[in-house]
């Protein structure tokens, strides 16, 4: 421990280098439930790319694990520190280099926050469109090292589609550059998909070319009751089939309406056994909510209200906001990430129904119904050790069951420690290996994030 503290010091200031306990047990967890973090030897905070690759050179050189962190809000576990681990935060790396709206593309340091880039962007007429619900706290470190996605994915994308290139810090200190910053490029293998989504197992991103797009505009929305679950998926078959491409699309199960009605009194009726939330933002947005109303009373939609503005678009939408606050108030959650086909979405909602019902759970459903990403989330009293267990198995028993539907065990989330037994069943023993080699490729000695995804 003298010995790592005393090397790091040797090209760190004093500041960067944090070993007192307390500061360390509070950056020990992400807000991931249910995974357990060892107890690190040291904080780092580096402010340039060479502290960085000091960092990576000494653990190199010690055989030191290093578990990367943005800003600790991912809900997989990718950020716990492991035992005698560097804890390498990069939370002072925060700058917005680069925007050029000619090219279209911003050049940013990890640390950087998603809001902060965005409302930087919109200065320029432009728009960074990944949108993470924690989008005011997430760095876009983070999100690239998890693949995040957000409510607009259904027209715009996730992370991965907008990250040109990179600059990696390597295992031993190295850094390289990957990707490019024109519109076009298929020059060798695609490196920078490859470490977008690696949860930083593969390499430290120390920097990112990021695409941007024109700024939409305003969304309109509509708001669609439901009197079941079934009858809502049947509408977002028809939005889809019929050719729309909404630039929002989510639906709220009625446990996730009866939540948020308790907490915001919004009025939504009780009956309400799902809500669809639709919205555009294209020049045709006006017609485009009107077609879809008469979509979704086909479905047979029990209400539907469009907004006439976007201040009555908001409101409407302020529901979706408030859906995992109203839940967390419920008691201790557990949020899964599982993605389906579209076409199978009624299927996995009417089987967490299920499985709720078998273990005697409140499970409420929120999701980006436009790309069949569901977000169950599991409600238990973690003072009950019985209610605990059978939570930890309804949170499996929904990844298997979206396995079955041809889905994936998470969307956006990342696998983390959480589901890192999941992704070889989801991946089978080939695939599994063939991934194995890869971290092997780049980190020959497992030092980064060890214990993370494989």
């Known amino acids: 421990m003298t010995d790592l503290v ?6 760190l200031p004093a500041a960067a280098v944090v070993t007192d306990p307390d500061v360390l047990a509070s950056y020990r967890y992400d807000m991931a439930g249910f995974c357990a973090a060892g107890e690190p030897a040291v904080l780092v905070l580096p402010e340039s790319v060479e502290q960085v690759q000091h960092v990576l050179r000494t653990a190199t050189e010690l055989r030191v694990p290093v ?5 600790r809000t991912g809900l997989s576990g990718a950020a716990n520190a492991v035992d005698g681990c560097i804890l390498l935060s990069l939370l002072k790396l925060n700058r917005i280099l680069e925007i050029d709206p000619v090219n279209r593309i911003a050049v940013v340091q990890p640390g950087v926050l998603n809001a902060e880039l965005s409302r930087a ?38 992370t991965s589609e907008y990250v040109l290139g990179l600059e990696v810090v390597l295992a ?10 024109t519109a076009k490029g298929v020059a060798g293998y695609d490196l920078t998909r490859l470490l977008v ?63 948020v009605n308790a907490m915001a009194r919004m009025g939504l009726p009780e009956s309400t056994r799902a809500l669809l939330l639709v919205a555009f933002d294209g020049p ?34 302020q529901a979706r906001r408030l859906s995992l606050p109203a839940l967390d108030r419920l008691g ?58 059978r939570a930890k198995v309804s949170f499996d028993e929904i990844m298997a ?29 080939v695939g599994l290996e063939l991934q194995r080699r890869v971290k092997a490729a780049f980190d020959p000695l497992g030092i980064l994030n060890p214990g993370k995804t494989l």
């Open 121 to 158: 962007v919109a200065e320029h007429g432009l728009a960074y469109p990944p949108d993470p619900s924690s989008w005011e706290s997430c760095t876009i470190g983070g999100n690239i090292g998890t693949g995040a996605g957000g409510l607009c994915c259904v027209k715009y994308g996730v």
């Open 67 to 71: 578990v990367p962190q943005g800003a």
């Open 332 to 389: 201790t959650t557990m949020i899964d990430d599982v993605a389906v086909p579209r076409s199978r979405m009624a299927e996995m909602l009417r089987g967490v129904a299920e499985i709720a019902d078998r273990y005697a759970l409140t499970i409420g459903v929120v999701s980006h119904a436009g790309d069949g990403n569901t977000h169950p989330v599991v409600v238990f009293d973690a003072a009950d050790p019985a209610e605990t267990e």
């Open 197 to 259: 989504g690696s949860e930083g197992t593969l390499g430290v991103v120390v920097e990112a070319v990021l695409a941007l797009r024109p700024a939409p505009e305003p969304q309109l929305a509509l708001a669609a009751e439901f009197p079941s679950a079934d009858a809502a998926c049947e509408a977002v078959c028809e939005v889809m089939a019929g050719g729309f491409t909404p630039s929002l699309m989510e639906l709220m199960d009625g446990t996730t309406v009866r939540a």
């Open 172 to 181: 031993d200190g190295q850094l390289i550059s990957t990707g490019r910053r």
């Open 401 to 429: 069951l979206g396995l079955r539907l041809g889905g994936t065990i998470t969307g956006e989330h990342g696998v983390g420690l959480l589901k890192r037994d999941w992704l070889a069943r989801e991946l089978g023993p």
């Open 6 to 11: 005393d090397r790091l010091l040797r090209e």
């Open 284 to 317: 045709g947005q006006v017609a485009e909510i009107a077609a879809v109303a008469e979509l979704c009373r086909a479905a047979g939609a029990s209400e539907v209200v469009p907004a006439e503005n976007q201040a009555e678009s908001e409101l409407l939408l």
